[in-house]
């Protein structure tokens, strides 16, 4: 039976998870013991499970089903999906704030630089490899000495 709630989110009870995903009622509450699942509560203390929770489930239950993975494994298995998720909407802040410094444009580079303490051009920053130094260091002179008879 799925609960609308203010919302406009459903929530389901126990009873119509276990039916839809043929798991017993008592395996929901395991999982919800070891901090698998975090179902929401009614003021009658009914768990009701949101899409979310349902998506969850459905991990926990190919990890468990599918690749027989245990309920160990499932836990650190999810703590690292939502590290990663958490890593990447870093990477991805750090990707908006990249853009924007570059959209500033060079023109702000230029004044910035202009005020910088330590002076150089951006070329003077490249890094030379010492293979690409010692081939210019034995590359041939094209000097114009005459040899002495």
């Known amino acids: 039976m799925a609960k609308k709630t203010e919302r406009g989110k459903a929530y ?15 395996t929901l509450r395991l999982y919800e013991r070891e901090g698998l699942l975090t179902p929401s509560r009614t003021e009658g203390n009914t768990r009701l499970y949101s899409e979310e929770d349902l998506e969850q489930l ?8 599918e690749l027989g993975v245990n309920l ?40 910035r630089l202009s005020t910088a303490m330590v002076k150089s051009s951006p070329t003077d920053l490249v890094r030379h490899s010492p293979q690409h130094d010692a081939k210019d260091a034995n590359a041939p002179q094209n000097s114009k000495v005459k040899s002495q008879k």
Do not use: C
């Open 12 to 26: 389901f009870m126990i009873s119509a998870v276990s039916q839809k995903y043929d798991i017993h009622p008592q």
């Open 58 to 65: 459905e991990t926990i239950l190919s990890l468990t089903r």
């Open 72 to 111: 160990a494994g499932v836990e650190i298995i999810l703590n690292m999906r939502r590290k990663i998720e958490r890593m990447q909407g870093e990477v991805n802040e750090f990707m908006d704030y990249v853009k924007r410094e570059l959209a500033r444009g060079i023109d702000d580079w230029e004044q």
